[in-house]
């Protein structure tokens, strides 16, 4: 078996001697077979790992396959839903439309019965105390209900409207309508009820009694401190008239140089010189979201408290420091709009009216 390496014959029972010529080549063959069997373990691995890969590809796009189905299913599942709602929604108008229209006609039965009544009133009241007409609109304007006795040395008064919230209905269908909270709300009201033990803090609004006293109540939620107005006056025929609104502080049996008015009308305003305007708060407006002017109102709430001036001294002060305006006898709020109060000061409350309209006017004629 030697002899293809061995240089000639070798004696029985010594071993045989090698030919280094052709170890060597042998050795060269074999590393070299070696390295042609590497390189194709090498180039086999390579096609598995390649195969292994495209599998996990398909796999994934599978998986994908299957979440984009589901999606789909779901997304199916929800225009499904939304058009029930729709049918939902149009089947509710159809039948609030004809609940509105009753609902018109009767109102429009108690309100000439209101008028009746009222124009007999008045009639009694001209024969009893001989009242002569002219007298009759100055009274209209400046009776409003009485007021709960106080000793606090002054009395702030805000609106609610386009002062303190927006009544958004810009949205359909009326589920997704808003009624929406100023920026600083919570904070500035925190702050006045720090100083309720100097201020006696109302609400004064034009809206019916209904929508003010929930309105109120919405707003004490959101300033987490319970029973924030001492006390609240809402649309009366006693105040408002058939005219124009007036809020007229000396009708409110108290001391007018320590009352103060916040306001966004300047038409409701009888006493310039007590009432601050506020720039109108409409939440679709422009960076409307994000302005400082209640903050602004309660940082000036405090400061008036600290100072024992009149109200209309303090607001004069403030007007020649150049802290708040001053045009035509009005005052006016300056308001900020910086960036780092957008981002420190973002109080944007919603809270979400009945989800139809029935349902609207079914808790208004419940309440």
Known sequence: ??????????EKGSPPEANPKLLAQENRRLRRFNATL????????????ARQEEQLKNLKKTHILEEELALSRTELENLTNIMKNMRKDAETCRETTCTLQ?????????????IRSELECWQTILRL???????????????????????????VILDIDETQVHFCLETFPLQKAELRFRSGLETSLRKLCSLKHKIDLGIWTAGVPRYAKATRDLISMIAKEGNVFDWTLARDLS???????????????????????????????????NTLIVTNFYSSMKGGHHDDTLIIVSELVEELSMSSLTVPDFLKQKA????ILCQGGYYYVPTTWSPSIIKLRKELYRVPLPSTLGQLVESLNSG
């Open 320 to 323: 020649d420091e150049g802290s």
């Open 38 to 49: 590497l390189e194709k373990l090498r180039e086999r691995e390579e096609e598995i790992n």
């Open 102 to 114: 009753s609902l018109e006609l009767s109102s429009a039965n108690t309100v000439a019965s209101v």
């Open 239 to 273: 105040w408002t008239g058939k005219g124009a609104v007036k809020k007229d502080l000396s009708a409110l049996g108290r001391n007018t140089d320590k009352v103060l008015l916040i306001d966004n009308a300047r038409k409701v305003v009888v006493q310039k010189q």
């Open 129 to 155: 105390h001989q009242i002569t007409l002219p007298e009759i609109a100055t009274i209209r304007n400046t009776v409003v209900a009485p007021l709960p006795p106080s000793d606090k040395e002054y009395c």
């Open 1 to 10: 078996m030697w002899d293809w390496i061995i240089g000639g014959s070798a």
